[in-house]
């Protein structure tokens, strides 16, 4: 924690745990109960807004919890907000916790990691008032919600969340969140296809980017499998890849396996475990490996795209979810199984012609990039503000 997120990261995760430990059940959550309490979707608040006039630059509230360097999450809002920015908007950030302390180091985080140099602040219970509030997750829904500040309510919805709980409480109450009435803005089709089907929700979605600025491929020998592994994301199936990562390690010894993404333990098989990197020091990483393991249980990864942008070949569990939003034939999908990914990241090591298929992976890529999501969220706010309430 001290290297990745410094010592001030460091002492705010302490100091949850703490929290955590001695503070009643409810009021565990990074929500507020009195927001929960206040957000009745029987009598639904409706904020006012206006229209943006002809020449008037539109205003937006931001509701977020705090990042810290590295969110995939956070590093795909703000590649947002860039585009917006450079079209004439006005953004404001409010961090939303309610076991939040300081927020020096967070907005430290947004200057020098995320380049956001708007106005930050902490949520109070109260947004100045804008053309548009974004919810970013479940909990900054319900602040959104709570809160009689006025602008249109949008959702920024990059996964489906109740499926990061089991059966609960917290199931329920992220799930309630797709019944406020907001106007969803999904990342990639799947999303804003289930939103619409479950809950009919009105949702635009945009495609996902690549930025072949920091991820190409140097045509290098390779002798390599990188991993994306986070044990502490559960949707990132951490323990069916490292199953897959032992049974394909006992057929290529000779193979080196790269593991990113969080510090983890002791492996049962020969692997370098890289933590949290920056995206050079990940360029770097798949410019050495034949392929890439990425698994998503629900919504796909930025990962695999990054990784084909460098001639690595991404394995992906074969889901639904996935194959809508990545369509590319130079994607391998193979059924969750740890014999049917080791089979898969097996087929691409040993295939006789791979950097010629390399080369091609990479430069399908060069078409993707985040200017186009930005045109599509920036079409999608102002045609919701100008229909009116």
Not at 12 to 39: F, G
Request: some cysteine; charged content about 20%; glycine content about 8%.
């Amino acid at each position: 924690m001290l290297r990745n997120e410094g010592l001030a990261g460091a002492l705010d995760r302490t100091r949850a745990r703490l929290a955590s430990a001695i503070e009643p059940a409810t009021t565990r959550r990074i929500v507020r109960d009195d927001d929960i309490l206040n957000a009745d979707l029987d009598e639904q608040f409706v904020p006012s807004f206006a229209k943006p006039g002809p020449d008037e630059a539109i205003t937006l509230n931001w509701l977020m919890t705090a990042p810290n360097p590295g969110s995939g999450g956070h590093t795909t809002i703000f590649r947002i907000i860039r585009y917006l920015e450079a079209n004439g908007y006005h953004n404001r950030v409010y961090f939303y916790d309610a076991r939040l302390g300081s927020i020096d180091q967070y907005v430290h985080a947004l200057r020098d990691y995320y380049g956001f140099h708007g106005p930050v602040e902490r949520f109070d219970g109260s947004l100045a008032d804008a053309h548009g509030v974004f919810a970013t997750s479940w909990p900054t829904a319900y602040a959104s919600c709570a809160t009689p500040s006025s602008g249109k309510r949008f959702y920024f919805v990059q996964d489906y969340e109740p499926d990061f709980y089991a059966v609960s409480t917290d199931r329920i109450l992220a799930e309630n969140t797709y019944r406020m009435g907001f106007h969803a803005i999904t990342a990639g089709r799947w999303l804003a296809e289930k939103l619409g089907n479950d809950f009919a929700m009105n949702a635009d979605a945009f495609e996902f980017g690549c930025d072949t600025t920091k991820y190409s491929n140097r045509h290098g020998p390779r002798n390599g499998i990188a991993f994306y592994a986070r044990p502490g994301t559960p949707r990132r199936g951490y323990e069916l890849g490292l199953l897959a990562l032992r049974s394909f390690a006992a057929k290529h010894p000779e193979i080196d396996i790269h593991l990113y993404g969080e510090d983890v333990g002791p492996l049962p098989f020969r692997a370098i475990n890289h933590g949290l990197v920056r995206p050079e020091q990940l360029n770097e990483i798949y410019n050495k490996c034949f392929a890439g393991l990425s698994l998503s249980l629900t919504n796909v990864s930025l990962v695999p795209l990054e990784m084909l942008a460098a001639g690595c070949i991404p394995v992906l569990n074969d889901a639904y979810h996935n194959r809508m939003v990545i369509e590319s034939p130079y994607v391998h999908y193979a059924a969750a199984t740890p014999q049917a990914l080791a089979r898969s990241l097996s087929e691409i090591v040993d295939m006789p012609d791979f950097y010629t298929y390399a080369r091609a992976a990479s430069e399908s890529q060069d078409r993707l990039d985040w200017e186009s999501a930005g045109a599509v969220v920036d079409q999608a706010i102002r045609r919701v503000l100008n229909a009116g309430p």
